[in-house]
């Protein structure tokens, strides 16, 4: 079955860099768009990027604009997202996620699978 595992979160200071990943597992990898969505405690989750099944296009949130990168290696079933300069608002659980499309899918919803998530935590 299809399997999403994120690492790469932890505590770490404001100002920092932080690479999460997810391997993918059981599918296609190369088929999917992949996104990534945080959710922190009492706050709505929010879907903040995503990248197509090639990697020629992507997509964030304005919110992470400038911050946030994402990107894939689809010979190792990897994706990755690049958190540049956290602030202690980015602290959330990070979520990726999987699409079997062409297409670019911009929300959490539109997302078939999920993984377990990783947590990020920054201190100010």
């Known amino acids: 079955q299809v399997q999403l595992v994120e690492s790469g979160g932890g505590l770490v200071q404001a100002g920092v860099s932080l690479r999460l990943s997810c391997a993918a597992s059981g599918l296609t990898f190369s088929s999917y768009a992949m996104g990534w969505y945080r959710q922190a405690p009492g706050k709505e989750r929010e879907f903040v990027a995503a990248?197509?099944?090639?990697?020629?296009?992507?997509y964030y949130a304005d919110s992470v604009k400038g911050r946030f990168t994402i990107s894939r290696d689809n010979a190792k079933n990897m994706v990755y997202l690049q958190i540049s300069n956290l602030k202690p608002e980015d602290t959330a659980g990070y979520y990726c996620?999987?699409?079997?499309?062409?297409?670019?899918?911009?929300?959490?919803?539109?997302?078939?699978?999920r993984g377990q998530g990783t947590q990020v935590t920054v201190s100010s």
């Open positions: 990248i197509n099944y090639f990697g020629s296009r992507t």
């Open positions: 996620a999987a699409k079997l499309t062409g297409g670019l899918p911009t929300t959490a919803s539109d997302y078939n699978y």
